[in-house]
């Protein structure tokens, strides 16, 4: 292939790889736009009874939530729970028991609770009615039905023989053993009427209404039955022998988008009653999920549902059961009290030793605090020491310093004085003169105003300031000294520099305190020129080197490892502390003091700085 | 060398100090020049001027001490006043023993620098004086005949004419020709005023 057909192959090879992508893209968008949603709905009378019912329900919520399509999925109760698990759908519109079942083992939670089509008070409760032949007078209340036929929906159905199932109980009656004969007739639930009035059966249970609504289509007459054990409820018309339980709920699994279930039931909770998916589900809108304890209470009575393993328990029913295992947790119970008791005294105890330890580490911190302080108090302690013992050795080099002003005011003043006396005084010379000894003695104020700086006892305080100007101003205190000593001064200065923050006293005290034995390394050089070098530089680190360079004999090898420790000294004078007390006012400053050797000649002593960083703000004394 | 007033050089590196010496100097009627070092002053003066030298004894590049023996090497016999600082009594033996004319501490009573500076200004008009007498000794002894020289040397070591005549081997009219050619020469108004002249050739 030449060039020009190989890029055109390319070119297509693009081409091609990018229509399924535009494609895929195109279709996500679509998807995007549109997201399913799946309602697992009790399909308790078959596939198609289910979709007709709630059909029109899936097309309400499709109706009223933008951007969501919902798909009514009817399953029986074994299924539901399968979907349930397995995370398939994301609501789950099913029966009251079903419901908590699936509430205690997987979490799905209630939006909104079914509300029964007729206008009644308590329209979105329901319970069970029992029944027998209106002319059976042997059976006249639930308690005669021992021994007799009993006919339900189904064994797992919550209106359809549980309910009825907890009133037998708490009458004594076990619908398993009690029974001459425990028959379920299946949907519909007409035929468990049909029943009854044929005399197939002695007695029988449906959900609430079914006999109202049978006898509205004209199929029985309510007279023709017996109801047992009727109850009155507030609001509630229909005949009933049970408690009330909430009616079926609109659920959500755990993982269903909390967007689209408060979508979902905000929606539901406005339809209106009269709403075509209100009127095909045969139900009357939908209210607040109700408090389904109830059915909670009739599971665990009746030891089914999550509570089949658990239930509520008499002893002896325990002992018979469970004997040795009764005696075994017992046994057990006895030792978690003994060591919940221990355990106790010992968080007592473990308590008490926590806050006493806690004390003693309040205690320590307040004393480490403290020792910090008294270690900077002491630094600053010593380094003031050191900084008068500076100056009782510079002594006679600030006497000469102050003597320079004082003799030359004292000579213009004597020759002012000779002038006048001998009557030929010029004003205009007098007054030159006069200003002569003014501003010497200013020069002599200052230079006693920069001792007293640098041996007054202050808190140590630090500011921002140049550097370079602080070593300038060092350098007024050492000059004379250096003079004498004919040593020459240097300086290699960077400038600009950024500023650092420091303690101005503590380092003019380094800054002399290498300056001067940089000068007296030199005394005993002849030969060699004395040239002492003062540099700065800003380090890669964003640090600045400050370095003392001297052109004397260097440091003994022996020397530079303990130099830099007190009360190390090679002069026969001094505390021998110049050094470390240098190199601990640098460490105080975050920087690093170091010695050594500048290239075989002379020796060289550094310290870094930290720069400050560039932040507004008040300089705070540390 | 015959410039008559005599000048007070000062030398300080400290330039208040210096204007002030000088200040109080010339307020008793003497000429003062200043230099800010001893370099400058070197480069700028010679000898021959009468007057005296006021110094720091510490100053960068040349000391005071050091200027002292620069001017040794040259042979310029200046009085050198050397100011010290407090303390600095050892450095100032030094300089006296190194030929200071004297020294004095800082700060200091005017009334002894400017006496200090009186005795050095004499000193050094008197002895350029007698430099120059000498000089002028020198001058008209080089005028004088073989003979005459013999003559002279003769009578200032006291021997008599007698006692001449007999060791030259010549007579005693004629030593005293010689005699009198030597006074007139040496401008000698009496034998003692001769005699003088010769031992301060000798003295020297």
Not at chain 1, 348 to 355: D, F, I, N, P
Request: charged residues 25%.
């Amino acid at each position: 292939m030449n060039k020009s057909t190989q890029t055109h192959f390319v070119l297509c090879l693009v081409a091609l790889l990018l229509v399924p992508v535009t494609a895929a893209v195109a279709q996500q968008a679509d998807q995007h736009q549109i997201t399913r949603a799946r309602i697992a709905v009790l399909a308790f009378r078959g596939i198609e009874q289910a979709l007709s019912r709630w059909s029109a329900t899936a097309d309400y919520l499709e109706r009223t939530i933008p951007n969501y399509s919902f798909e009514m999925v009817p399953l029986s109760l074994e299924e539901m729970k399968k979907v349930v698990t397995e995370g398939q759908v994301d609501f789950v519109l099913t029966n009251t028991g079903n419901y908590v079942e699936l509430e205690a083992n997987f979490g799905i939670t209630r939006i909104a609770t079914l509300q029964t089509p007729v206008s009644v008070q308590a329209g979105n409760v329901f319970g069970a009615v029992i029944f027998s032949r209106a002319d059976r007078d042997d059976i006249k209340e639930i308690k005669d039905l021992a021994g007799k036929s009993f006919m339900a929906i189904k064994k797992n159905g919550f209106g359809g023989f549980q309910m009825a199932w907890r009133e037998l109980k708490n009458h004594g009656i076990d619908p398993f053993t009690d029974f001459s004969r425990l028959e379920f007739s299946g949907f519909p639930q007409d035929k468990a009427a049909f029943a009854v009035l044929n005399g197939d059966i002695d007695a029988a249970t449906f959900r609430t209404n079914t006999l109202e609504n049978m006898a509205n289509e004209g199929l029985i007459q309510i007279e023709d039955f017996r109801i047992l054990n009727p109850r009155q409820h507030p609001g509630f018309p229909y005949a009933v022998s049970t408690r009330l339980y909430p009616e079926w709920p609109f659920a959500r699994l755990k993982q269903t988008d909390q967007d689209l279930a408060q979508k979902v039931a905000i929606s539901l909770l406005s339809m209106a009653r009269n709403d075509p998916a209100a009127l095909a589900g045969r139900y009357g809108g939908w209210t607040v999920p109700l408090d389904y304890q109830p059915v909670h209470e009739l599971f665990r009575e009746l030891r089914i549902g999550p509570y089949e393993d658990i239930g509520e328990i008499t002893f002896s029913d325990l002992f018979g059961q469970y004997g040795l295992w009764l005696v075994l947790a017992l046994v057990v119970l006895i030792m978690i009290v003994i060591w919940a008791s221990w355990s106790g005294v010992l968080v007592t105890r473990r308590t008490r030793e926590l806050s006493a330890s806690n004390a003693e580490l309040e205690h320590q911190i307040v004393v480490r605090r403290k020792a910090e302080e008294d270690a900077i108090l002491r630094r600053a302690e010593l380094a003031h020491i050191h900084r008068l013992n500076t100056m009782g050795e510079m002594a006679s080099g600030f006497a000469h310093e102050l003597n320079q002003p004082l003799s030359a005011i004292a000579n213009f003043a004597k020759g002012c004085i000779r002038r006048i006396n001998k009557g030929r005084a010029e004003p205009a010379e007098l007054i030159s003169a006069l200003e002569q000894v003014a501003a010497q003695s200013t020069r002599a104020g200052e230079i006693i105003k920069r001792i007293r700086t640098f041996v007054r006892k202050e808190e140590p305080r630090r500011v921002r300031d140049d550097i370079n100007r602080v070593i300038r101003e060092t350098l007024k205190f050492i000059q004379s000294d250096a003079d004498r000593q004919n040593a020459r001064i240097e300086l290699d200065l960077t400038d600009p520099l950024p500023e650092v923050e420091i303690d101005v006293v503590q380092v003019e005290q380094v800054i002399l305190n290498l300056v001067r034995n940089a000068i007296e390394a030199m005394s005993g050089e002849t030969d060699s020129p004395r040239t002492l070098t003062i540099r700065t530089v800003e380090t890669d680190k964003g640090d600045i080197d400050i370095s003392v360079i001297d052109t004397g004999p260097g440091i003994p090898a022996r020397d530079l490892d303990i130099m830099l420790d007190p009360f190390v000294t090679s002069k026969e004078t001094g505390l021998g502390l110049g050094l470390s007390i240098s190199r601990s006012i640098v460490d105080s400053h975050g920087g690093r003091l170091v010695a050594g050797n500048f290239h075989g000649a002379g020796a060289i002593v550094s310290f870094t700085l930290p720069v400050v960083e560039i932040v507004d703000g008040e300089n705070e004394p540390i | 060398m015959n410039q008559s007033e005599p000048v007070v050089y000062v030398i300080d590196d400290d330039d208040a100090v210096r204007e002030s010496i000088n200040w109080l100097i010339s307020s008793v009627d003497l000429e003062v020049q200043t230099f800010s070092s001893a370099g400058e002053f070197l480069d700028t003066c010679s000898s021959g001027q009468a007057g005296c030298l006021i110094t720091d004894i510490r100053m960068p590049e040349i000391s005071g001490l050091e200027l002292q023996d620069e001017l040794n090497r040259r042979g310029w016999d200046i009085p050198v006043i050397v100011i010290t600082g407090h303390g600095d009594v050892q450095t100032a033996v030094r300089a006296m023993k190194a030929g200071a004319f004297d020294f004095i501490e800082k700060p200091f009573n005017d009334q002894i620098l400017l006496d200090l500076v009186n005795r050095a200004v004499m000193a050094s008009a008197e002895s350029l004086i007698e430099q120059i007498e000498q000089a002028e000794v020198k001058e008209r002894m080089a005028t004088l005949t073989p003979r005459e020289k013999q003559v002279l040397d003769m009578i200032s070591i006291g021997d008599s004419n007698k006692n001449i005549a007999h060791q030259l081997g010549i007579s005693e009219k004629t030593v005293e020709v010689h005699r009198a050619r030597v006074m007139s020469k040496m401008q000698a108004k009496s034998l003692a005023a001769l005699v003088k002249m010769v031992l301060s050739m000798d003295a020297d």
